[in-house]
């Protein structure tokens, strides 16, 4: 396997596992009230490691997309079709950001209905317009063979590597009797 493909199968890992968590959570609190979820409790530990996880993991795809507009500036001239479509797909809706609030407002979620809609809300957004976003710039971006680019882009080392896979072990751990993350904690 080459560098290349290296990066890209880390940030596959990743959006996987942010899928996964993401799920994971919202099927596990969608019928809890949030004054349910005691401190120290279980659930509040699963919640809290979800959280944990997917902010680390959507910051670190929101300054990806950062890196790949600033990359995309500086190569491509303004009237190049391939700058012209990619600062189109990093302008859609789905941006990280965007998935961080909807996390953030499922976190205030007050009351058995409002929680249960603020993550059903986070799920939907995540799976759709998140993940449809993503696709897009998986697909533009799939042709780009070069090495620095990826490194430059993905941001990847092996401390963000070992950090992404102790947080998604620590979610895996926690997870409540009945609800389980496809793959296992350290597989990529």
């Known amino acids: ?26 099927t596990a609190l ?4 949030a004054d349910q979820v005691t401190a120290g409790s279980p659930l509040a530990e699963f919640r809290q ?15 990806r997309d950062q890196r790949l507009a600033d990359l995309t500036r500086a190569r491509l001239k303004p009237e190049d079709l391939v700058r012209h479509t990619l600062e189109e797909v990093l ?6 950001r965007e998935a961080l609030e909807k996390l953030e407002a499922a976190l205030a979620g007050v009351g058995a209905r409002r929680a249960r809609d603020s993550w059903r809300e986070f799920a939907e957004y995540f799976n759709g317009a998140w993940s449809a976003r993503r696709d897009a ?22 401390d963000s590597i070992l950090e992404e896979r102790r947080r998604y072990a620590l ?11 496809a793959a296992a904690p350290g597989e990529p």
Request: contains cysteine; aromatic residues 4%.
């Open 30 to 33: 969608a019928g809890v009230a």
């Open 1 to 26: 396997m080459n560098e290349v493909q290296l990066i890209r199968s880390q940030l596959g890992a990743e959006r996987r596992h942010a899928s996964e968590v993401a799920n994971a959570c919202a």
């Open 171 to 181: 979610v895996c751990e926690r997870a409540p009797p009945g609800i389980t993350l």
């Open 137 to 158: 710039l998986d697909a533009l971006v799939a042709a780009d063979s070069r090495p620095a680019d990826w490194r430059a882009v993905g941001g990847i080392d092996a």
């Open 49 to 63: 490691a979800c959280v944990d996880y997917l902010v680390c993991v959507l910051a670190w795809f929101e300054e």
């Open 91 to 96: 302008s859609c809706r789905g941006r990280s």
